[in-house]
């Protein structure tokens, strides 16, 4: 999958975490699959993702 592609379906997630926080924790799976897409295309990941994907772990976690 294209970088932009990925970076893409990144941000619908992020809207869908807004409208929909009910599911939130199947939404946060998603980007994290998402995330590591880019990870193992050796993609720099943005600061903010990063940001909330460690927030969102911290917060399922709690």
Do not use: C, Q, W
Not at 16 to 21: A, L
Not at 34 to 53: K, T, W
Request: aromatic letters at 4%.
């Amino acid at each position: 999958m294209a970088f932009e592609d990925v970076k893409a379906r990144i941000a619908l997630l992020v809207e869908e975490m807004v409208k929909r926080p009910a599911d939130a924790h199947e939404i946060h799976e998603t980007l994290r699959e998402h995330l590591n897409e880019l990870r193992a295309m050796g993609m720099p990941l943005p600061d903010d993702l990063v940001a909330l994907e460690r927030k969102l772990e911290s917060d399922f976690d709690s």
